[in-house]
């Protein structure tokens, strides 16, 4: 591992943590790939003049973020840097190519059900109409990064399940022509459930970021509505806030 790491004893911040810091920015620019090894606990120690638990805490924390992985017999691997999410009109294939996780979408649900009392109220559509259902579950370098459950008005566009597995949903709507123009919003979390569990290789009951927007087109027409789950060891939502004169 070929990386100018130092740490400054007359800092007050810990030892462990300048190390992680440092780790951590070198992941997330890129100097240690996806799949690289870390090298040996003790070899890194010497070479920076740390204790070995030291050395082993600052490893953990990375662990405990998702971006490393030890793996028995290998090491301890970098795993995938975490996709930090602008606030802005986008969708999570975008995000995910953009970041250079390189998307993938498994598609569980292409069917028409009956609008729910809050899907109906968030189309504008008629409760108990038909309504487009679409359940995906989206993945980044073969790791699955979260849970999206889509609901369109009927007849919007052509739903074709190959082509949600190739390409994002935004991307069908703009080649549909429809221009997407703005969305409400709100972010949560909660603990996960049994099946999402499952679906995102966690814990039941373990911590999960939700998002849930409904999309306008330039009309003022209501074309989607989402609720999706996220992996926060590996995703994340970034906000630029501005002071209010």
């Not at 007359?10 to 992680?20: C, I």
């Amino acid at each position: 591992m070929a990386l100018d790491l130092r740490v400054d004893r007359g800092s007050p911040v810990p030892l462990y943590f300048q190390l992680s810091q440092q780790l951590e920015a070198a992941i997330e620019r890129g100097a240690l790939t996806p799949g690289s090894l870390l090298g040996n606990e003790i070899e890194l120690a010497a070479r920076l003049g740390l204790s070995r638990p030291t050395v082993r805490q600052a490893i953990q924390s990375l662990v405990d973020k998702g971006l490393l992985v030890r793996r028995r017999g290998v090491g301890t691997q970098v795993v995938h840097s975490q996709v930090k999410r602008p606030l802005e009109l986008s969708s999570l294939y975008d995000d995910l190519e953009a970041a250079g996780q390189r998307p993938a979408t498994k598609v569980l649900v292409n069917t028409v059900v009956p609008a729910s009392t809050e899907v109906a109220a968030a189309l504008g559509l008629p409760e108990g109409g038909d309504v487009h259902r679409v359940e995906r579950l989206r993945l980044a370098h073969g790791e699955p990064m979260a849970y999206l459950v889509n609901h369109l008005p009927p007849g919007l566009l052509d739903l074709d399940t190959a082509r949600l597995e190739a390409t994002g949903l935004y991307r069908m709507m703009r080649a549909a022509g429809i221009t997407l123009h703005s969305a409400r919003q709100s972010i949560g979390a909660r603990g996960a459930t049994p099946a999402e569990a499952e679906r995102l290789t966690e814990g039941e009951g373990a911590p999960l970021l939700t998002m849930r927007r409904t999309t306008y087109d330039d009309t003022g027409r209501a074309v989607e509505y989402g609720d999706h789950v996220y992996r926060p060891a590996r995703y994340s939502f970034e906000f630029q806030l501005l002071v209010r004169s």
